[in-house]
């Protein structure tokens, strides 16, 4: 019976050891059995911090890089196979940017530590930097790499994470600190996901003395097609700049720094469609600002603070936007919930813009569907919907339902919609009461 269990006990922990694909050696440690695992300790890395690690980090990304893999995934871009770079937990102080010494490589992990930019670290570089060292003239430069449960600090030297020219980049996980410049920045390629991730400039949960000196960006998407999902950033002094196509945001908490002191929560900046939807995220004394926003969509979303949204306008142009299902919470100044920054000129092409079903605590609702109602007795009915309606002068469609208990039976008109202002009139006095639905629409 003992040599059966023992025959049984081997045969499963060879099979689990196989299957996970390691094994212990003499020494009881557990080790790879595959080489696609680099533990950066094994290179000399230090975990504690104390001596430069930049070399043995990236001398472990290099052997990743220059595993044979297995096939290609884009045009150039070998696959890697899931090559896994472990940090092993460790706190690594690093002199330079990690950056990938070639370019056409994918599917690759870097996970598990932190990194921290030491004080002779080249102002404005990235920590971990996915452009390459020499370009090798590909489409997209890298493809399925994954940056999971790292921590950068920058030291107040640079940027946190620079993804070039890349295709299907996932950043899960990272908190990013003590950036100067940009917490992650992505420039051209697409599909990259940024999610469950914390970025702030300081350390601080709110309420910090030094909030109006935050400044850099917490994100920067300069490209199309992205994603930033479940993401808080706490302190910058902008939270996402996005100027690019068909992004999503979704499930992020910006309080970077507060309108008063000068930040914006998420700036969309031309050129270009915008293409953007900006759902389910809180924005906590701070707002949007969207210039010449086209295909723009705000939903779902929470205004904390007197945070509000700005349509800024540069030519002019504000196309299908829908912000609608919003709720605004503020201090009773009367903040307007949605403004129209017309400094450089007012809007002049506007379609399609519906502002409506948002909800306002201490805040002044502002929609592009106004409704009220007016009563007395006379021949002039004039509702005023200026406090109401986004754009200035803009009444395109109205109406309306008059009600008389009059025996007469009179004739009625809408005779004037200039500045906002509704006139409904009748032939002759009478009492009435004048239901109107001001659209700014079509
Ligand atoms: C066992 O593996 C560990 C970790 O890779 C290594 O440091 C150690 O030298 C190995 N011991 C032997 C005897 O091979
Ligand atoms: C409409 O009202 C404006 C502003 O009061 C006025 O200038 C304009 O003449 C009015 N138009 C008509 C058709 O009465």
């Known amino acids: 019976m003992e040599q059966w269990r023992m025959a049984i006990f081997l045969l499963s922990w060879f099979t689990v050891h196989a299957v996970y694909g390691h094994h212990t050696n003499s020494s009881g440690l557990l080790v790879s059995a595959l080489d696609t695992v680099f533990h950066v300790t094994a290179y000399g890395a230090d975990p504690t911090g104390k001596v430069d690690s930049t070399d043995a980090i990236i001398a472990a990304i290099s052997d990743a890089l220059n595993l044979p893999g297995s096939g290609f995934l884009m045009n150039g871009i070998v696959n890697l196979g899931g090559a896994r770079i472990d940090l092993d937990g460790g706190s690594y102080l690093i002199s330079r940017p990690v950056q990938f010494p070639v370019s056409g490589r994918g599917n690759l992990l870097i996970h598990g530590g932190s990194l921290k930019a030491s004080n002779i670290f080249p102002n404005g570089g990235y920590m971990i930097d996915l452009s390459p060292a020499s370009p090798g003239g590909l489409e997209y430069n890298y493809e399925f790499v994954t940056l999971r449960d790292l921590l950068l600090d920058s030291n107040y030297r640079g940027g946190g994470i620079q993804v070039v020219k890349s295709l299907r980049i996932n950043i899960d996980n990272c908190y990013i600190t003590h950036f100067t410049t940009v917490g992650i920045s992505v420039q051209g390629g697409h599909e990259t996901s940024i999610r469950h991730s914390y970025l702030g400039q300081h350390i601080t949960a709110g309420g910090d003395n030094g909030e109006r000196y935050f400044t850099g960006t917490g994100i920067e998407l300069l490209g199309n097609d992205n994603s930033i999902n479940d993401v808080v950033i706490f302190s910058a002094a902008l939270g996402i700049l996005i100027a690019g196509q068909a992004n999503i945001i979704s499930e992020v908490h910006c309080y970077n720094k507060a309108t008063g002191f000068g930040g914006t929560g ?97 805040m002044n609702l502002k929609s592009t569907i106004a409704r009220a109602r007016v009563q007395g007795t006379g021949s002039s009915w004039v509702a005023d919907f200026n406090s109401a309606l986004v754009f200035p002068n803009l009444i395109r469609r109205v109406d309306y339902t008059f009600i008389t208990d009059d025996t007469a039976f009179p004739m009625h008109a809408l005779r004037n919609v200039s500045g906002n202002k509704v006139v409904i009139q009748s032939q002759a006095p009478l009492p009435a009461s004048v239901f109107i639905t001001a659209c700014q629409g079509e």
Request: proline share 3%; net charge negative.
């Open 266 to 362: 998420i700036y969309l900046r031309l050129p270009g469609l915008t293409q953007t939807r900006i759902v389910n995220s809180y924005f906590d004394f701070t707002g949007i600002v969207a210039e010449d926003p086209v295909q723009f969509t705000v939903s779902n979303s929470f205004f904390l603070g007197d945070a509000y949204i700005v349509l800024k306008s540069i030519k002019g142009v504000a196309n299908a936007v829908t912000i609608v299902d919003n709720m605004f919470s503020g201090s009773g100044k009367g903040i307007d919930i949605v403004q129209l920054d017309q400094n450089m000129g007012p809007f002049k092409q506007i379609e399609q813009v519906v502002v409506d079903r948002n909800n306002v605590n201490g």
